[in-house]
């Protein structure tokens, strides 16, 4: 098999078992709009649930932005940020503005997550361009930034 072939018969595989995320719901930090998942419908989503105190999150967020960096132009990569401390609200902006990482702020309700399930931080999945989660639960840093690439490249 050539690589695409091996692309397609792995990504086959992948989502036989991909269910549908749910249609995540909430309000942008930054304007205040309301976001839901399916606007970013034919994008890839990398989705993140952190909070603004959460060490292992800012460890974390320089790995995903090389990773989108890097893929810029390969992909079309929607990368959302979930607040899942909301009485942490008030460090959200000072923290995007820092420019620390480029995700889509994002407020949402806990009780509507579905089976976007975040019960620690960071919690991560990635969502392929029909809103199927094909990937969750991982973690990035600097021994595998190549797992993501992979992830995003299967998934795309």
Request: aromatic share 10%.
């Amino acid at each position: 098999m050539d690589r695409q072939q091996v692309k397609d018969f792995i990504k086959s595989a992948l989502l036989k078992e991909a269910p549908a995320a749910t249609d995540l719901r909430g309000t942008g930090y930054a304007d205040h709009q309301p976001i839901k998942l399916s606007d970013f419908r034919g994008k890839t989503i990398l989705l993140t649930f952190w909070f603004p105190t959460c060490g292992p999150c800012h460890a974390e967020f320089p790995h995903f932005e090389a990773v989108l960096q890097k893929m810029k132009g390969q992909h079309e990569i929607a990368y959302i940020g979930v607040n899942i401390v909301h009485d942490q609200d008030d460090y959200v902006m000072p923290f995007i503005k820092k420019g620390s990482t480029s995700f889509i702020p994002m407020k949402d309700s806990p009780d509507e997550r579905g089976n976007l399930v975040a019960e620690a931080a960071p919690t991560n999945y990635l969502i392929d361009k029909d809103g199927r989660i094909v990937f969750r639960d991982f973690l990035i840093n600097d021994k595998n930034r190549g797992l993501l690439e992979l992830m995003i490249w299967l998934v795309g």
